[in-house]
Nanobody, 124 residues
Framework: QVQLVESGGGLVQAGASLRLSCAAS????????MGWFRQAPGKEREFVAG????????RYADSVKGRFTISRDNAKNTVYLQMSSLKPDDTAVYYC?????????????????WGQGTQVTVSS
């Protein structure tokens, strides 16, 4: 029912900034908690950041707190991930996800819809 499409990934050098976007369609965007996850080669998919339905609350993984900012524009049905001070360890495929709920959960299984992912590569 809900389709999510990520964009904005690319190849950057360490210390650079990058903004990812996720466009949603097919549902009522403002009723979904939105999150960003990432998966690096050989590792499990992990929670990166989440934002509440209204955009008033956010939650971050310790590894990105202070460097990444999640936000949403409900009028545009879009969620963003602004990434700064990028490190080689940030290299991964980044996925946006949506869940029908209230709590900003950190578990992949609690999210109902997923995008196709966008590659972020940070060189040293």
């Amino acid at each position: 029912q809900v389709q999510l499409v990520e964009s904005g990934g690319g190849l950057v050098q360490a210390g650079a900034s990058l903004r990812l976007s996720c466009a949603a369609s097919g549902g009522t965007f403002s009723t979904y908690v939105m999150g960003w996850f990432r998966q690096a080669p050989g590792k499990e998919r992990e929670f990166v950041a989440g934002v509440s339905r209204s955009g008033g609350s956010t939650r971050y993984a310790d590894s990105v707190k202070g460097r990444f900012t999640i936000s949403r524009d409900n009028a545009k049905n879009t969620v963003y991930l602004q990434m700064s001070s990028l490190k080689p360890d940030d290299t991964a495929v980044y996925y946006c996800a949506a869940r029908a709920g209230v709590v900003i959960d950190t578990t992949t299984g609690d999210y109902n819809y997923w995008g196709q992912g966008t590659q972020v590569t940070v060189s040293s």
